[in-house]
């Protein structure tokens, strides 16, 4: 990379701003030249794009696209599931210049503008050799011709030069596929609040240790739920969604559920919030989430306002998703129907249902064969003997239900002695009287002591009490989805500017 500064001595003049302007004579190879008075500026904004890769020395493209009214800085992340952009306003810069990219012989002198990539990385380093003070002076063009960008400091009598070589652009540079796909879904809440509420959060979220996994849930009840657990402790942040930190609140779906999403790609959404004053979350049907920054700084924006915008794709499990669908469609329900208890006791059979289900799936995979036999020749050896009853009758817990055939119930009637048998047909997925304990016990690792007379002693049932309540330990604190559906105003602050 090479670069060049140069020293001019105090009785010199200062070097004016042909010194630092390209050659007007020449503007057909340069796409962009732009002046800011102050490089602080710019280099607060792009070092919220810094984090979105994991280390600081890798090479992150960066695309940069040069318009009339804006310059924007667009990077995605390695994996492709966080994209993140910055927005900044012509407004910003004291001289800001785009031309027509004349490569190309359909671009006619009209369409102003054009895209180019280069490394943030080389970037942000150039933009910090003379420190990081507010009386900076910085200047950007892009060669054409050489696909070079030249970058131009000047502090009081020093001015520094350095260039960077272009970039190949991405595939997907002119439609990026997180942004189709965001604007694809439907919106199903969105909440704006101040950006100081949110600052303060992501500290106690780093302080989690071993935590990779963040749910978010944003709902009415609730507000912004954000729920992280980690190996020795977990950390659930509530943020209301009402109040004088929201701005506005819109919930179209009242049964939207909690999305997981990677913490890593949370933390990096949530830089930025030091300059911005107005941060707006946007969740859609899909799961994805949109964190966009405003920030109306005179001193970091100019006039009008910057934008800093993440894309972050959810973690989505199918086989949860479904079972939540079962377990919305009892809540649809209305009570009119039956009174509380009912209800109540709706959920009870919902749950020991799945419970029941549950335990027979696992009974079937544990037993073998071998181990069946012996129970159906005992229990047909009764029955021969009991005189020949065309159906097996049901004592105990040895003659366990088949899932693929029906049981029946065979009670004597100790009236009149004559030993007649009722035989009453019971339902293969009706509720048991006494629901059976068939969890499988989790490994048992230094629990052997000298005062076992057995080591393959049969365990008791308060073991595995004690072994599930040390497992609910490390359950994650999902957020629950809101149920009360209310119309809110549409927002102020939009995501998707045109």
């Not at 992340?77 to 306003?89: E, F, V, W």
Request: charged content about 20%; hydrophobic content about 30%.
């Amino acid at each position: 990379m090479p670069r060049s500064t140069e020293f001019v001595s105090p009785s010199a003049s200062q070097p004016t701003a042909e010194t630092v302007t390209p050659n007007p004579r020449k503007e057909d190879e340069w796409l962009l030249m732009c002046r800011c008075e102050s490089a602080r500026a710019v280099v607060t904004l792009l070092q919220s794009l810094e984090s979105i890769t994991k280390t600081r020395k890798a090479v992150q493209p960066v695309t940069v696209f040069c318009s009339p009214s804006n310059l924007t800085f667009h990077v995605q992340g390695a994996t492709k599931q966080l994209q993140a952009s910055i927005d900044m306003q012509a407004t910003m810069f004291s001289e800001y210049r785009v031309h027509a990219d004349h490569r190309d012989d359909e671009t006619e002198d009209w369409q102003a503008g054009g895209e180019f990539s280069v490394n943030l990385t080389s970037i942000l380093e150039c933009l910090q050799l003379l420190g990081n003070n507010p009386g900076i002076q910085l200047t950007l063009s892009y060669n054409l011709r050489h696909e070079v960008l030249k970058i131009e400091l000047l502090q009081d009598t020093v001015l520094c030069t350095a260039a960077i070589p272009g970039m190949d652009l991405p595939a997907d540079h002119s439609n990026p596929s997180l942004v189709k796909a965001f604007g694809d879904s439907p919106i199903t809440s969105r909440i704006i609040m101040m950006s100081n509420t949110l600052q303060h959060i992501t500290t106690e979220l780093q302080l989690v240790s071993g935590a990779t996994v963040a749910t978010v849930s944003l709902t009415e009840n609730e507000g912004w739920v954000v729920a992280v657990v980690g190996h020795l402790g977990e950390c659930l942040l509530s943020i209301p969604a009402y109040g004088s930190h929201v701005i506005n609140l819109e919930i179209n779906d009242p049964h939207h559920s909690c999305y997981s999403y990677p913490l890593s790609s949370l933390l990096a959404s949530l830089k930025g919030l030091d300059i911005a004053q107005e941060t707006c979350i946007t969740i859609n049907s899909i799961g994805m989430m949109a964190i966009q920054h405003q920030i109306l700084d005179p001193s970091v924006g100019g006039e009008s306002p910057s934008f800093i915008d993440f894309i972050l794709c959810s973690l989505k499990d199918d086989d949860e998703n479904n079972d939540e669908e079962s377990r919305r469609s009892l809540f649809s329900r209305p009570l009119s129907q039956g009174s509380p208890m009912q209800h109540s006791q709706r959920l009870v059979d919902l749950h020991d249902d799945e419970y029941t289900e549950r335990s027979r799936a696992s009974q079937s995979r544990r037993s073998t064969t071998d181990k069946r036999i012996p129970i159906q020749s005992i229990s047909q050896g009764a029955a021969q003997s009991a005189g020949g009853s065309q159906s097996p009758s049901s004592h105990g817990s040895a003659n366990a239900p088949s899932p693929q055939k029906e049981w029946w119930d065979e009670s004597e009637d100790d009236g009149g002695g004559t030993g007649r048998s009722k035989q009453q047909k019971r339902s293969l997925f009706d509720r048991p009287k006494q629901r059976p304990r068939q969890l499988s016990p989790p490994s048992r690792r230094n629990r052997s002591s000298p005062n076992r007379l057995e080591s393959g002693a049969r365990h008791s049932d308060s073991d595995d009490e004690d072994d599930i309540e040390m497992l609910d330990i490390t359950a994650a604190a999902s957020p629950q989805p809101a149920i009360r559906d209310e119309e809110c105003s549409s927002p102020e602050l939009l995501y998707g500017k045109s």
